[in-house]
């Protein structure tokens, strides 16, 4: 199916998302059109309500003018909390993702959000449930390339197969850098990564900007791990 990445350089379109032509709980709708129907996009992730780098980048997508094009809709999978009721968040998500690929008419396209150890696991399942339903499935990695190297050099025999083949399966992968790609191509047999880069913060208010001086920033973090 024909696939095209849209990422412009305003803050809150940075983040791509997945067109693809094909045939044909906890959900909630980000955009609809009365005139025309929208292709509809399944966003599996963490609460966009919480913090972290993946919610950012969903509160990003859902601000943007994407919203006009695609029925976007966002299925948490994670809140923090007891393992209790993290798991039953995802149990939850598991039954509104069934409920999409059941229920919605026309083409549908899931996109799901994923970094490493449990949320990798997690999203194997999602990737085969989505895939044995027939919807086109983006697989959209949220880790950097040390993470990535990591993750993979503990896992056994079993587990590599297995999220190496969740990997394959999917439509399309996408990384946030070029690194990160690849270490999927390498270690997880990702057959054509995109990279498509976290979205920037958005500007700063106008009253900081003219302030006297200007502003300072200070950045904690590193850069050993794009």
């Known amino acids: 199916a024909p696939w095209i990445a849209a990422a412009v350089p305003h803050a809150s379109e940075t983040l791509a998302i997945a067109e693809m032509a094909v045939s044909g709980g906890d959900t909630q709708r980000a955009g609809s059109s009365a005139r025309t129907p929208l292709t ?40 923090s909390g007891s393992a209790l009721r993290r798991g039953a968040v995802f149990a939850r998500a598991l039954v509104a993702l069934g409920r999409f690929l059941l229920t919605t008419e026309g083409a549908r396209i899931v996109h799901v ?56 399966r999917a439509d399309r992968v996408l990384a946030v850098s070029r690194a990160s ?19 920037l913060p958005g500007p700063l208010p106008a009253d900081v900007i003219s302030a006297p001086g200007g502003a300072e920033v200070l950045y904690l973090g590193g850069f050993a791990n794009p």
Do not use: C, W
């Open 181 to 199: 790609a690849r270490e999927l191509e390498a270690r997880f047999g990702a057959p054509s990564v995109t990279v498509i880069d976290n979205p």
């Open 40 to 79: 509809a996009v399944v966003h599996l992730g963490p609460d966009p309500a919480e913090g972290g780098g993946m919610a950012a980048a969903l509160r990003g997508l859902l601000a943007s003018p994407l919203v006009e094009r695609y029925d976007l809709r966002v299925v948490v999978t994670h809140r």
């Open 113 to 168: 959000h994923a970094t490493v150890r449990g949320s990798f696991h997690r999203k194997a399942l999602v990737v085969a449930i989505a895939r044995a339903a027939g919807a086109t499935v983006v697989l959209h990695v949220h880790a950097g390339a040390g993470d990535l190297a990591t993750f993979h050099e503990r896992l056994g025999p079993v587990r590599r197969r297995v999220l190496r083949r969740a990997v394959q």
